[in-house]
């Protein structure tokens, strides 16, 4: 049976006793009551992941020593999500998990001129892409900006293929899944409503390709995990 994975950020390659934090401690603990020389696995979410096995088994401070350590590179393939927050926080949540278990390295969230919520609670989503890390047993958490202006974020990448996916002119766009696989991505998503005529406008003249999903129209969140799937496959 795999060991139980939890997320420790402090884990570096030179670690030998490790005190985890008092939620973890709590958990391993008292919830799945762990005993001393039983073993976890610690992940940083940058790269590395140890095994551990529990040395001093305290609800509150927890130690455990590191037995063996592996430790991978990035990911050479790099794809971004660029997508408006959505006015459903959940649902926004949902695709931010998603996308992160598929494999997206980079996350940005957008703020277009049809997007109603600007909130964006940055601990809870931290939560979620941790979440998602552990579910998915990978090892490099994608990196999310700060929400960011629509105009600002296109005019300032400098992705190798970039595409905007949107409702208008269906039969104009390719399907996404016809273009070659790049190794560095981009896809915009847009808001409940879509972007504005001006918004795909300006996209346009920075490089970005139209691009169909299928044909039928998608949420803003299930466009992103399609476009996920496409593009990390």
């Known amino acids: 049976m795999p060991y139980p994975q939890f997320y420790f950020p402090k884990l570096e390659l030179n670690n030998d006793l490790i005190q985890l934090n008092e939620e973890t401690a709590h958990h391993i603990i008292q919830v799945l009551r762990m005993k001393m020389g039983e073993q976890i696995i610690l992940l940083n979410g940058k790269g590395l992941m140890a095994t551990a096995s529990i040395w001093e088994p305290h609800k509150k401070f927890a130690v455990v020593k590191v037995l063996e350590t592996f430790e991978v590179p990035p990911p050479t393939k790099k794809i971004t999500v660029a997508v408006s927050l959505l006015k459903n926080s959940s649902r926004f949540e949902w695709l931010l998990e998603k996308i992160t278990e598929i494999g997206v390295t980079h996350i940005i969230p957008l703020i277009t001129h049809r997007t109603e919520s600007k909130k964006y609670k940055e601990s809870r989503i931290h939560a979620i892409l941790i979440s998602a890390l552990l579910q998915s047993q990978r090892l490099w958490i994608p990196e999310i900006s700060e929400p960011m202006d629509f105009g600002l974020a296109v005019k300032n990448c400098i992705t190798e ?73």
């Open 161 to 233: 293929q970039k595409f905007i996916a949107h409702c208008e002119n269906e039969d104009e766009k390719k399907l996404l899944k016809q273009y070659a696989p790049f190794d560095d991505a981009i896809i915009l998503i847009g808001p409940e409503g879509d972007f504005t005529p001006e918004e795909i406008s300006l996209a346009i003249s920075t490089g970005f390709i139209p691009v169909s999903l299928g044909t039928t129209r998608l949420r803003s969140e299930t466009a992103g995990v399609a476009a996920a799937v496409w593009l990390c496959g």
